[in-house]
């Protein structure tokens, strides 16, 4: 079996004991929940979902292109990724085959050593009031070479990620592209850059006005300086909304 280090940015997250990480991955295959595949030095991500599990191997179903089953055997880092219930799984594999299963063409590799789990909590989001009108600012050039600047706004902010709403539809609706250059406003005075990379989105289109792009980002390689000041405002978010409520629960409107 291969040694899947985590990154020190989730080691205090690793789960080693063999039993909960079979337990984990059960999970995963009895529900059906899917799971990404991503090579490290791609920004592709595939779907798939395990099929079956024996000894200290498992089976997942390959890619429905071949030329992405080559580049995932040929690779010697893949990443693959869940999210039961808005938890986070992650673990790699250095050697992935390609094989069949009950005939499905699948990808078998050995069930990890090690895997992250980061819980919920983690990751807890909270919603963000249209009264606050925070601003996300996105660079990016169009593959046609055009330069362009757009200014969402954020709807609801994680340690993990953010949602955002593009009132202009600027933004195309593409999933798993990354934006590099990203500024991050967080309250009046401050503002983080990141790297977002959009994992849901959807039109929206209102009774009255123009349609609405509506897109969930997830933080790609955060720093730790930039993510723990998004943490302190998520805080400090939320110990505004509960004054707010408190507030409007010892007076009441009459």
Request: glycine content about 2%; proline content about 5%; some cysteine.
């Amino acid at each position: 079996m291969q040694n899947n280090e985590p990154d020190l940015e989730d080691a205090r997250y690793q789960v080693s004991s063999k039993r909960e990480i079979i337990a984990l991955l059960s999970t995963l295959m009895k529900e059906n929940l899917e799971l990404s595949i991503r090579l490290r030095d791609t920004e592709e991500a595939i779907a798939t979902s395990i099929l079956r599990m024996e000894d200290d191997v498992m089976f997942v179903k390959a890619a429905p292109d071949p030329t992405l089953n080559k580049a995932i055997t040929e690779s010697s880092d893949v990443v693959f990724a869940a999210n039961p219930r808005n938890a986070l799984i992650k673990f790699s594999a250095k050697h992935v085959h390609h094989t069949e299963v009950e005939h499905y063409l699948a990808l078998k590799l050995d069930i990890p050593e090690q895997l992250v789990r980061i819980q919920r909590r983690e990751f807890f989001r909270i919603a963000v009031p249209a009264s606050s009108a925070l601003r996300c600012k996105i660079s990016f050039t169009t593959p046609e070479g055009k330069f362009n600047l757009v200014w969402v706004a954020i709807s609801n902010i994680s340690a993990g990620g953010i949602g955002i709403i593009d009132k202009n539809a600027a933004l195309p609706l593409d999933t798993n592209v990354v934006y590099d250059d990203c500024q991050l406003e967080l309250g009046v005075a401050a503002s983080v850059r990141v790297r977002l990379r959009v994992r849901s989105s959807f039109r929206e289109e209102p009774a009255v006005g123009d349609p609405l792009h509506h897109f969930g980002c997830e933080f790609v390689e955060t720093p730790r300086a930039v993510l723990a000041s998004i943490q302190r405002f998520i805080l400090q978010l939320e110990r505004e909304q509960n004054a707010q409520k408190i507030k409007v629960k010892d007076h009441p409107s009459q």
